[in-house]
DNA sequence: CCGCTCATGTAACAGGTTACATGATTTA
DNA sequence: TAAATCATGTAACCTGTTACATGAGCGG
């Protein structure tokens, strides 16, 4: 049950509606886990009920009512009891990786394709990484900031998601070579 | 529904049992995906039915019998149609980036623990993957292997696997780093 | 003789995805 | 005027995890 643990750790700096958490944790803004929306809103429910955020509603003349949630007491002291348990493993599960194992029996064209895309998406991820992180640390370097700031943990998961989109493009820019290279190889011949 | 991809993707080069499938996906050896042997079992009777599979029954008489399954040309094909969609992006999903999200707010000790584990447990897969890749290429270099091996599609996603695990560590290594430095730092003044 | 490996499964439950539903406002 | 954004939810469904069950042989 950790997607509840996500939702109280991104609380954490800032009260946010329901609509405002999706948003983090649908773009992949979130580092450190994905949700769909109506798994956030059902759990922001269950975690209001469970006493762990408090939501206030805050009323919009423009813009339809929203509620902001922040974590209670109760929230952090769940938070500090699920750090203490021992933390699962966590393991690569990825379509295109998939399609990859298989590269020797199916359509090299479409592999490729579909490795230069995820490539693109890749570079965007860390595009934006790259931006989120140098607001973060403001006029600092990142050794001052990480040394004397007072909020780190957003910025290590983000260094955590910037190190994993930039293995992602790697290895679809290496692969896609190799594939066409390949490909290659065996029209000439 | 990518399980059965993984499956089949995975019987493309070896007839295996659920049994042996179970470690391939359980113990991580597979670094395009992860399951249960359970999940397994059941996704191979139901591949079985849709004839995606041919099982053929074993019988040892030290062991109990086991059965052998291995990809039908129905299997193939329908591999072939699975790489020919989009592949969904992939996310981080990760209990103790999470954990590193809320450092701030939570106990720093039982954190540098459990990056400690998790780096030790990364290190452990980079070196059974660096020995796979070896053996995979044999006595040839890795770009001579790739360029003109038989099967490299189960190199490629090594290659991935263990990019991630070297990812894996050097965040959980400079994430240990920094917290302990802060909290040194904390403790003197 | 205890625990591990081989070998396969069922059943209950927890977690995640997709479709559907609503409705006002702002932007192109 | 069509599409995107803001804002929240229900319900059905699919996927994944955990517990339970069985039973023989092998190694320390």
Redesign the pocket.
């Known amino acids: 049950?950790?997607?509840r643990h996500a939702v109280l750790a991104a609380l954490l700096d800032e009260e946010l509606?329901?609509?405002?958490l999706?948003?983090v944790f649908d773009l992949g803004v979130a580092n450190f886990w994905?949700?769909?929306?109506?798994?956030l809103?059902?759990e922001?429910?269950r975690l209001e009920q469970d006493g762990l955020v408090t939501g206030r509603e805050?009323v919009?003349?423009?813009?339809?009512?929203?509620?902001?949630f922040r974590v209670t007491d109760a929230g952090l002291a769940e938070l500090e009891r699920f750090t203490a348990t021992a933390a699962?493993p966590s393991f690569i599960?990825d379509d295109l990786v998939v399609k990859v194992q298989a590269a020797d029996h199916v359509d090299t064209e479409t592999l490729i394709a579909q490795l230069a895309e995820r490539s693109a998406f890749a570079q965007a991820k860390i595009d934006l990484f790259g931006g989120l992180l140098h607001t973060m640390r403001g006029d600092h370097t990142e050794e001052e900031f990480l040394r004397h700031g007072e909020r780190i943990g957003p910025y290590l998961t983000c260094l955590r998601g910037l190190a994993f989109e930039q293995g992602n493009r790697d290895w679809c820019e290496r692969t896609a070579t190799v594939l066409r290279e390949r490909q290659g190889a065996h029209v000439r011949h």
């Open positions: 049950m950790a997607l509606s329901g609509y405002q999706a948003k994905h949700a769909q929306p109506q798994q809103y059902a922001l429910t805050v919009q003349d423009t813009r339809p009512n929203k509620r902001l699962k599960r």
